[in-house]
T-cell receptor, first 114, second 114 residues
Framework: AQKVTQAQTEISVVEKEDVTLDCVYE???????LFWYKQPPSGELVFLIR??????QNEISGRYSWNFQKSTSSFNFTITASQVVDSAVYFCALRASNTGKLIFGQGTTLQVKP | DAGVIQSPRHEVTEMGQEVTLRCKPISGHDYLFWYRQTMMRGLELLIYFNNNVPIDDSGMPEDRFSAKMPNASFSTLKIQPSEPRDSAVYFCASSLVTGNTEAFFGQGTRLTVV
């Protein structure tokens, strides 16, 4: 069975602080895919990043970075020097390779205060 | 491409009425997903299709919910009869075959059952 856990329900930081959003997943598949999505207050779901289970390289994109560790089944997301525009709900997701099933964690609401 | 198109954007209906939500996936996408988003349950996968065939409907909450995909360019999610607890935002998403691709989401339908 697949499961995604985002234990942090809400996080509040002050602008320019760094913040890490945690994601832990469970799967029996040997090949799978992990994603992060952002849902700003306007409500749409925006894709941020995809990672394959066989590629544990961390990735940095501007102020965003992702740390994938298979040993701990975690795929954490860090925002460096947070900005008010980063305020949103962030979802971690897991997709099975064989079935294509895509499930999401509960989401973490990030509030960045000026 | 116009992206995933959902209609209506907002729906207000009375308890007991039938509600039909519509989705047009991105052309060429093989997978179509229906999700429900609530504060309590987050983003729940209701059902998904591969090449118009329902693969997993284990997330459909009750027999009052049904979904169809008569062709590659159209899907419906029907609730009959609707109840106040069905009030939520319903998202449709589509993706290419295989897990190594992200899902693209529609704008969602905000359903209110009074």
């Amino acid at each position: 069975a697949q499961k995604v856990t985002q234990a942090q329900t809400e996080i509040s930081v002050v602008e320019k602080e760094d913040v890490t959003l945690d994601c832990v997943y469970e799967t029996r598949d040997t090949t799978y895919y992990l994603f992060w999505y952002k849902q700003p207050p306007s409500g749409e779901l925006v894709f941020l990043i995809r990672r394959n289970s066989f590629d544990e390289q961390n990735e940095i994109s501007g102020r965003y970075s992702w740390n994938f560790q298979k040993s701990t089944s975690s795929f954490n997301f860090t925002i460096t020097a947070s900005q008010v525009v980063d305020s949103a709900v962030y979802f971690c997701a897991l997709r099975a390779s064989n079935t294509g099933k895509l499930i999401f964690g509960q989401g973490t609401t990030l509030q960045v205060k000026p | 491409d116009a992206g995933v198109i959902q209609s209506p954007r907002h729906e207000v209906t009375e308890m007991g009425q039938e509600v039909t939500l519509r989705c047009k996936p991105i052309s060429g996408h093989d997978y179509l997903f229906w999700y429900r988003q609530t504060m309590m349950r987050g983003l729940e996968l209701l059902i998904y299709f591969n090449n118009n065939v329902p693969i997993d409907d284990s997330g459909m909450p009750e027999d009052r919910f049904s979904a169809k995909m008569p062709n590659a360019s159209f899907s419906t999610l029907k609730i009959q009869p609707s109840e106040p607890r069905d009030s939520a935002v319903y998202f449709c998403a589509s993706s290419l075959v295989t897990g190594n691709t992200e899902a693209f989401f529609g704008q969602g339908t905000r359903l209110t059952v009074v």
